[in-house]
């Protein structure tokens, strides 16, 4: 079992950015894929990145891309989500999870994919 952690939400103006982490403990953080998602007042949650075992393989929803990255340093157990470029309709809870499922290069963009949640971090962005 692996337990985690998001840190790094916050308010910030329409065009700034922000560094979400989720630090994990428990069992091997390089066996899991990782993942980030999203939940905005009143609606589902949301795929928003995906990161495989190795690092080799990134997903992005379209929303994402060319303004997140999503990368990872297996030394320190850590998954980060840099955002650029924020808008208001990114703001939201933004939850990271863990995943055993497929291989090394794995990457999964549905909830159901993930074996693991962290409690989230509030992410709002003014316009």
């Known amino acids: 079992q692996v337990q985690l952690a998001e840190s790094g939400g916050g308010l910030v103006q329409a065009g700034g950015s922000l560094r979400l982490s989720c630090a994990a403990s428990g069992r091997t953080f390089s066996s899991y894929m990782m993942g980030w998602f999203r939940q905005a007042p009143g609606k589902g949650r949301e795929f928003v990145a995906a990161?495989?075992?190795?690092?080799?393989?990134?997903s992005y929803a379209d929303s994402a891309k060319g303004r997140f990255t999503i990368s990872r340093d297996n030394t320190k157990n850590t998954v980060y989500l840099q955002m650029n470029s924020l808008k208001p309709e990114d703001t939201a809870v933004y939850y990271c999870?863990?995943?055993?499922?497929?291989?090394?290069?794995?990457?999964?963009?549905?909830?159901?994919?993930?074996?693991?949640w962290g409690q989230g971090t509030q992410v709002t962005v003014s316009s």
């Open positions: 999870a863990a995943g055993n499922k497929g291989v090394s290069y794995s990457v999964y963009v549905r909830e159901n994919d993930y074996d693991y």
């Open positions: 990161i495989s075992r190795s690092a080799g393989r990134t």
